[in-house]
């Protein structure tokens, strides 16, 4: 009887990997043949974890990780860590090990339109009460049990989505800890986006994001493009790259090949990391969607209260020196907060906390999470 080998490809809800056989003999009437067991490979993560793919009703998939405390350690909350542009799950690397020794089970998510994950190009889909709902359902897809809430670490675009994720999901939040953007209501009128860079001119980029010619030029030029957007506080300081807030910087420098920057916040290896998760997929596509979904917001956000979530305890960790965040916007946003409280990043840091400052972020959070787990979140 000849020896068969085989092996398939086994997609499961939890991971897409490739399952290799392993023979072992089976008495087949007077005969043996060999036959296998399944022997799954785990794909890994580029935060060095199992990959999990979720799909979902909305036909959306995320891809995330699942990171439990370790053996000897209690549970005390889960918490879905949320990143920005252009970041992706493995911008949590810093922070990660710490957290999850605290006994804080996290699930971080490649958010939508970022490799791994669904990366639709229509804008419709990045709306927030969408990516809400998708939330939601990851979730639970997860293993979290009906009824049983979570906690919500967020930073830039993800600290946006978390924003109106607490207000659309109340039953599913009962803390939030937002890296460098307030906790802020949804405007009660639509601004356009000229209008919007006018009263604010810390985001004048965003203009530039918004429009659909952004996209070819920052892919066209990825590498340098992410250096540019990962310079840290001290480079800001100096000669050694231009205010991108501004208008028209970024897409002047990038037409320039003469420029570049290398990032104090990223290795070599941690930059190729970035840089050819972002190849893999559609490239910056998907992910400037983010920023071309101001009406579509404000239709589904404009009943929502005022009030953010006053019942529930909420982090906010401002650095000194955000280009693009001031400081004085948390500040001011705080006054208008209920159980709400700011942890200042004193000296210089910018928009990078978690990068700059990678064990102080972990600290405060840390911390904050294991004083109202104490409490059993209450405010």
């Keep these: 009887m000849r020896t068969r080998l085989f092996e398939y490809m086994c997609a499961t809800e939890k991971s897409d990997r490739l399952v290799r056989t392993a023979p072992y003999k089976k008495k087949v009437g007077q005969a043996w043949t060999f036959t296998h ?4 490979k785990p794909q890994l993560h580029p935060l060095g974890h199992e990959s999990k793919v979720a799909h979902l009703s909305t036909g959306h998939h995320y891809r995330y990780v699942d990171i439990h405390p370790p053996k000897g350690v209690t549970a005390i909350v889960t918490a879905l860590l949320l990143h920005g542009f252009p970041d992706s799950a493995y911008g949590w690397r810093h922070q990660v090990k710490g957290w999850s020794g605290r006994g804080i089970r996290l699930i971080i998510p490649d958010m939508l339109g970022y490799h791994g994950s669904s990366q639709p190009t229509d804008p419709e889909h990045y709306a927030m009460k969408r990516l809400s709902d998708d939330l939601e359902e990851l979730i639970r897809k997860a293993g979290v049990p009906e009824g049983e809430k979570i906690i919500v670490i967020a930073h830039d675009w993800g600290a946006g989505v978390a924003n109106r994720l607490i207000q659309f999901k109340p039953e599913l939040v009962k803390g939030a800890a937002n890296f460098c953007i307030p906790f802020m209501p949804p405007s009660t009128q639509y601004v356009p986006m000229e209008k919007y860079v ?4 810390n985001f004048q980029y965003q203009a530039f994001f918004a429009s659909p010619d952004s996209t070819a030029l920052i892919d066209a030029n990825a590498e ?5 957007m990962y310079t840290s506080a001290k480079q800001a300081v100096t000669d050694e790259y231009p205010p991108f807030e501004k208008t028209g910087v970024i897409e002047a420098w990038l037409k320039d090949e003469t420029k570049s920057v290398t990032s104090d916040l990223l290795s070599k290896e941690e930059l190729n990391t970035i840089v050819s998760e972002i190849k893999a997929g559609v490239g910056f596509g998907a992910m400037l969607n983010y920023y071309r979904t101001r009406k579509i917001n404000h239709e589904l956000e404009k009943d929502l209260p005022q009030d953010i979530r006053p019942d529930i305890p909420k982090l906010m960790v401002i650095p000194s020196a955000d280009s693009a965040v001031p400081a004085t916007m948390s500040a001011s946003a705080e006054k208008n907060l209920k159980n709400a409280e700011i942890a200042w990043i004193e000296g210089l ?9 990678p064990e102080e972020s972990e600290r405060i959070v840390g911390e904050w999470v294991e004083r109202f787990a104490a409490k059993d979140w209450v405010p």
């Excluded at 067991?37 to 799954?40: E, Y």
């Excluded at 006018?198 to 001119?201: G, H, I, Q």
């Design 349 to 357: 840091c910018g928009h990078w906390v978690q990068l700059e400052r």
């Design 198 to 201: 006018e009263l604010l001119p």
């Design 37 to 40: 067991t399944i022997m799954s």
């Design 224 to 228: 340098r493009f992410i250096s540019l």
